[in-house]
């Protein structure tokens, strides 16, 4: 069973970049079982999607948050990454990474809780 | 973009049926799967590939599709299904698009 892990700052000032790292287990990132996928969820809103990368390293993001959007992946450590620049207090949210096997996400992070804020 | 719609909120008695609908331009055309999420949880899919359900989730959650509309439809709702859910679908223009979730109340 596939298990996933977010780590990362929970307090990041306007302006400045949002990084995120989700630690896999169980199963590995380099394989062509998933699309490994970031969602965002403010407090008390619904779930939005930010963006995945395959095992090929092809990435797809939403397109309302592509220009400030990047997700990476160290196959050697088992992880993928999010960078969100420039932030507001709009990016304040619980971040979730999660595992997408077409066309439903099947394992999900417990999540991390992200405040923009000076 | 893409948009998928959900009724804010559906209350139900113990015991009976709460339908849950989800709606999208040629939604007809993909799959959709539905996750429920308890308070302060994360999400948990129980239908997706809009029939199918993950082992471990109970047989009173079922889902149909049918043209441009997905249901989710819980029989004989227990107390602990009170929770968010959302549907979710691959779109052409958008890989992942999420309903806007709707709140399940068992009164």
């Known amino acids: 069973q596939v298990q996933l892990q977010e780590s990362g700052p929970g307090l990041v000032k306007p302006s400045q970049t949002l990084s995120l790292t989700c630690t896999v287990s169980?199963?590995?990132?380099?394989?062509?079982?998933?699309?490994w996928t970031w969602i965002r969820q403010p407090p008390g809103g619904g779930l939005e999607w930010i963006g995945y990368?395959?095992?090929?390293?092809?990435?797809y993001y939403n397109p309302t948050l592509k220009s400030r959007v990047t997700v990476s992946k160290d196959s050697s450590r088992n992880q993928f990454s999010l960078n969100l620049t420039s932030v507001t207090a709009a990016d304040t949210a619980m971040y979730y990474c999660?595992?997408?096997?077409?066309?439903?996400?099947?394992?999900w992070g417990q999540g991390a809780l992200v405040t923009v804020s000076s | 973009s893409y948009e998928l719609t959900q009724p804010p909120s559906v209350s139900v008695s113990p015991g009976r049926t709460a339908t849950i609908t989800c709606s999208g331009d040629?939604?007809?055309?993909?799959?959709v799967s539905w996750y429920q999420q308890r308070q302060g949880q994360s999400p948990v899919v129980v239908i997706y590939?809009?029939?199918m359900r993950p082992s471990g989730i109970p047989e009173r959650f079922s889902g149909s599709h049918s043209g441009n509309t997905a249901t989710l439809t819980i029989s004989g709702t227990q107390a602990m299904d009170e929770a968010d859910y959302y549907c979710?679908?691959?779109?052409?223009?958008?890989?992942?698009?999420f309903g806007g979730g709707t709140k399940v109340t068992v009164l």
């Open positions: 990368i395959y095992y090929s390293g092809s990435t």
């Open positions: 169980g199963g590995s990132i380099s394989s062509g079982d998933y699309y």
């Open positions: 979710q679908a691959w779109h052409s223009s958008t890989p992942v698009v």
């Open positions: 040629s939604l007809g055309n993909y799959y």
């Open positions: 999660a595992s997408y096997k077409k066309f439903y996400f099947d394992y």
């Open positions: 590939q809009d029939t």
